[in-house]
């Protein structure tokens, strides 16, 4: 069904290009599994398949891993959001798609040139007092040059590569049949919802293609994270940003991925820093609700003065009201060792997002999570590791199959992410310790007087809205009463499922009834002399025998199909 529709699209070359992919990288664990290795193995020399000699004994993680970053940009940033997915996913998966680097080949100058000078209005060299043709970094989705405005200000100008939208939009395409495909075949992956995750990788996907729209998110931290002057947001020269192109201050600092520069003897307290960087981090994921949602230390830098930087906002994570709410009751739940608390926040989030599946033991479930919150009690704040413990509640998910929701999964891997580099500037880090008093000071906030008057008031002109509409509400609903238009919609699942289970055993009743009737009258009929025939036999008796054996075989094939369904669900 897939191909045939595909056929008749512009998507069929890179349908048979992920499908050559796929069938060069292969899947080991199957093959072991079939034992089929060492033919596997053969069939790759005699075909001058080496790679795929080498590959039928690469572990399943290490073979998904290398095909995604051979199918371009689309696969490699899927990769790179599913290794945020531990709910998802063991250990040693999470590991491969951590590996998965954007670092691609630049692309000439030339090539991006027309594109280019149409987004800026001018060559580059003429818009800019220098332009280097050199980019600093290229990744899948654009590249960066450095350049300097005419006011002797330093910038990278950050170009998206010519075309990549096209390819997206075509794998993202086949993303969603694929996940369709894996939905309908595969009754175990339902939990996760296939489907669903594509499309929230897309959405994120089409908000990253949107250079401009990066720079907004900047722009929304930078005036969140005001209160922090430690902390750094490049500015955006908006005369100069569009959907394909932007151009944000040069940060000139340490990289994130080369702490040996960190001395002090150049200037650097480590543990100053990595308690800076938690406190903004902390702030934009409790406070703001709009949190930086990759921020791997290739995105951060360290500046002079014990400053950080953050850089690269294409990919944010937002939390509601309720959401953040919802966030404190758990991490509040996991510092302070209420069990009950972390339970009842992870089973609305896993049943009322969609993913709780029928079979899940959710008594079975509960203990497992009071039991886990549970060893740790007595243990020091200090020794506790927030990310590892999210992480470690996330498995237990994964072992009931049950899927957090994807604004969830993102705010674990940052508060994963925040941990590991925090323990890399300073070993003796501990996020809790940091958290803790955020988290109170937040839940004291909350319930400030001035919050509680603001949240009384919106209440009472909510509540005097809907008095305000009764009247006309009681008056329509008596009108269509006595109209004879008004009517009671109950949507019982399991009482349809039910009726409709009785109604067709009452159809298969009455058909075996028609068809044993027909039997009885045939036989009869066979034994009355004279009329017309056929092979000998009475004709009216002949027919009603072909009309019976017509009608079992239809009961038959009813009933088989019936049984597959139930099976299936």
């Not at 899947?27 to 000699?53: C, I, K, T």
């Not at 499922?497 to 009455?510: F, I, K, T, Y």
Request: one cysteine or more.
């Amino acid at each position: 069904m897939l191909i045939e529709t595909l056929a008749a699209t512009r998507d069929m070359r890179r349908f048979y290009e992920i499908g050559a992919v796929l069938i060069r990288h292969g899947f080991g664990d199957s093959v072991r599994r079939l034992g089929m290795a060492d033919q596997l193995e053969r069939a790759g020399h005699v075909l001058h398949w080496d790679h795929v000699a080498d590959l039928a004994h690469v572990p399943p993680p290490k073979q998904v891993r290398l095909a995604l970053e051979e199918l371009g940009p689309t696969f490699v940033k899927l990769g790179q959001i599913l290794a945020g997915r531990a709910d998802l996913f063991d250990p040693e998966w999470i590991a491969e798609f951590e590996l998965l680097q954007s670092q691609v080949p630049a692309v000439p100058l030339e090539r991006l040139r027309a594109q280019l000078c149409e987004d800026l209005g001018g060559e580059p060299e003429a818009v800019f007092a220098r332009f280097d043709p050199l980019p600093l970094a290229a990744a899948s989705i654009a590249q960066v040059h450095r350049a300097q405005l005419k006011d002797g200000t330093e910038v990278v100008v950050k170009i998206r590569r010519p075309g990549i939208t096209e390819v997206i939009e075509a794998d993202l395409r086949l993303l969603d049949h694929l996940a369709a495909m894996a939905q309908a075949e595969w009754p175990w992956l339902k939990p996760y919802q296939p489907r669903l995750l594509v499309r929230a990788f897309s959405k994120s996907l089409h908000r990253e293609l949107d250079l401009a729209a990066e720079c907004r998110n900047a722009e929304r931290i930078a005036a969140n994270l005001k209160e922090l002057p430690h902390i750094v947001i490049p500015k955006v020269h908006w005369q100069h940003t569009g959907t394909r192109v932007n151009v944000q201050d040069y940060v000139q600092g340490v990289p994130g991925l080369q702490l040996e520069q960190l001395t002090e003897q150049a200037g650097f307290d480590r543990r100053l820093l990595a308690q800076r960087g938690a406190q903004a981090v902390l702030k934009m994921i409790v406070q703001d609700g709009l949190f930086h949602a990759d921020p791997h230390p290739g995105n951060v830098f360290y500046l002079s003065g014990n400053r950080i930087a953050f850089i690269d906002f294409g990919m944010v994570g937002h939390l509601s009201a309720r959401r953040r709410s919802e966030l404190l009751q758990l991490l509040l739940g996991l510092l302070e060792r209420r069990p009950d608390d972390v339970a009842d926040v992870l089973l609305d989030w896993t049943g009322s997002e969609g993913t709780m599946g029928a079979g899940v033991n959710l008594s079975l479930l509960e203990n497992e999570i009071e039991s886990f919150v549970d060893q740790y009690h007595g243990v020091p704040l200090a020794e506790l590791a927030l990310g590892q413990m999210l992480s470690d509640v996330t498995a237990i998910l994964r072992d009931h199959h049950l899927g957090l929701p994807a604004d969830l999964a993102l705010l674990i891997k940052a508060f994963v992410s925040l941990e590991g580099m925090g323990r890399g500037l300073d070993p003796g880090f501990h996020v809790v310790t940091h958290a803790t008093p955020i988290l109170r000071q937040v839940v004291r906030a909350g319930y400030s007087p001035k919050v509680l008057l603001n949240r009384g008031w919106k209440t009472l002109l909510r509540t005097l809205s809907m008095v305000e509409k009764l009247p006309h509400d009681l008056s329509r609903l008596l009108r269509n009463a006595r109209r004879g238009r008004m009517h009671v919609n109950l949507e019982l699942a399991h009482l349809k499922r039910v009726g409709d289970q009785l109604n067709r055993a009452a159809n298969r009743l009455s058909m075996a009834l028609v068809i044993a009737a027909l039997v009885v009258g045939s036989s009869i009929v066979m034994n009355v002399q004279g009329g017309p025939t056929v092979l000998g036999l009475p004709l009216f008796g002949f027919l009603g025998f072909v009309g019976a054996v017509v009608g079992g075989l239809w009961l038959l094939l009813a009933i088989w199909r019936s049984d597959k369904s139930d099976a299936d669900d």
